[in-house]
C-alpha cells in the first residue's frame, strides 16, 4: 500500500464528524459524488485513529483516502 498526502475539503456535521467533500489531487479539484464505504481503524499499540473512506469522485474513479487524527492529515492511498 502506498500514499500521498493530500488536502480535502470537508463538511463538519453536527456530531462533529468531518465527511469529505472535495479532493485536491496532484493539482486537480475532484468533487466527491458519492461515499461508498466508510471505516475507522485504531492501533491501541501507536495511540493513531484513522478514519477511512471509499469515495466515487466526479471524475469518474474510485478514491480511498483517509484522515489520521494524530496527524491531522488527509492521505490518498494508491
Request: cysteine-free; hydrophobic content about 35%; aromatic content about 14%.
Amino acid at each position: 500500500m502506498s500514499e500521498e498526502r493530500i488536502e480535502v475539503i470537508a463538511y463538519s456535521g453536527y456530531r462533529g464528524e468531518e465527511t469529505p467533500r472535495i479532493i485536491l489531487l496532484q493539482g486537480e479539484r475532484i468533487e466527491v459524488i458519492e461515499i461508498l464505504s466508510r471505516w475507522v481503524e485504531e492501533s491501541l499499540e501507536y495511540s493513531t485513529r484513522k478514519r477511512f473512506y471509499q469515495v466515487r469522485g466526479d471524475d469518474r474513479f474510485i478514491h480511498r483516502i483517509y484522515y489520521d487524527e494524530k496527524a491531522m492529515q488527509w492521505y490518498h492511498i494508491i
